[in-house]
């Protein structure tokens, strides 16, 4: 039971390049450490500076970066706090065993995340530079969205190719305990699917993407910091079978976020990629049985065609 509920936890903007007179900040830079940029939402104070006229004020840092992360791993471990009371409950109320832990697990994650996604966005909305960490121009916002839809486009392939090479090379057979767990919670309590097909992608991109992704990105490279943060991404899935799809999975999207500069980018990917995900496996029964149905017929209008 805590394993199906970790399991869905681990599962489931940018700056303009402007002149001086147009920001009150400076850039960080590549001498900055790491843990700088991590807990310091790359903001550290600069002393004032005079370039082309125009004064630059001192720039506080905040740990913006740090409670998210915080927030995120609370909104993962603490269901573990709430599993016995709840399937208390719901055994209590005359369900067996494997049913109570479906809907056990349904509510907390629906909860946990809702309230993990709630309190994260108020976190960030107080810090309206954390998402300042890139130099250049950001993409517009519809560019932005249509680079997401094509991201969805490109992590189906990614994962298709990724599929095979674990079925042809690797020889692991296609499918995800992992996913499968997840169906039959939406199954049991449909709410859950907000948080699959929602409050998951969001706070994932968050913390995958901005938090580790964008901080390593400030002080090694764009190929170090999208593998060590597609690797931690795979990683924290606990589904290692399928460790190669998952690591696709967040090279595809540390790339969008780099190519827009927005995090609304990945975000409209990732959930896209779990919503596609959720209405294909919720309708499987229905889709083999129509793909049953076209056999039908077609074998039907062989024979006729023979006649």
Not at 148 to 162: D, E, R, Y
């Amino acid at each position: 039971m805590i394993l199906i509920s970790l399991r869905l936890f681990f599962e489931s903007s940018t700056i303009e390049r402007a002149s001086i007179s147009e920001r009150n900040y400076i850039m960080p830079t590549k001498r900055k450490t790491f843990i700088d940029n991590f807990f310091k939402n790359n903001n550290t104070p600069r002393p004032t500076t005079k370039k082309n006229g125009g004064l630059r004020p001192k720039s506080q840092g905040k740990k913006t970066p740090l409670y998210v992360l915080l927030i995120f791993i609370a909104a993962q471990l603490s269901p573990i706090l709430f599993i016995a009371p709840v399937l208390s409950y719901f055994q209590g109320q005359g369900m067996d065993r494997e049913a109570a832990a479906a809907a056990t697990s349904g509510w907390l994650i629906f909860l946990t995340m809702g309230i993990g996604f709630l309190i994260t966005l108020l976190v960030i909305f107080r810090d309206k530079r954390f998402f300042d960490i890139w130099r250049g121009a950001k993409s517009s916002v519809f560019m932005s969205v249509v680079w997401g839809l094509l991201g969805f486009l490109l992590l189906l392939i990614g994962q298709s190719i990724a599929a095979l090479i674990e079925m042809e090379l690797l020889g692991i057979e296609p499918g995800s305990e992992n996913t499968a767990s997840l169906v039959n919670i939406a199954e049991a309590v449909p709410l859950a699917i907000i948080s699959i097909v929602l409050f998951g992608p969001i706070l994932e991109e968050l913390v995958f993407r901005r938090v580790l992704f964008g901080s390593l990105n400030q002080t090694t490279n764009f190929f170090f910091a999208t593998a060590i943060s597609a690797l931690v991404f795979a990683l924290i899935h606990f589904d290692f079978t399928h460790l190669l799809l998952y690591f696709t999975t967040g090279l595809i999207l540390a790339f969008l976020y780099q190519k827009t500069k927005r995090i609304i980018t990945p975000i409209i990917a990732h959930i896209c990629l779990n919503g596609y995900v959720m209405l294909i496996q919720l309708n499987m029964d229905k889709i083999l049985e129509f793909q049953k149905q076209m056999e039908e017929l077609q074998t039907a209008g062989f024979f006729f065609f023979l006649q």
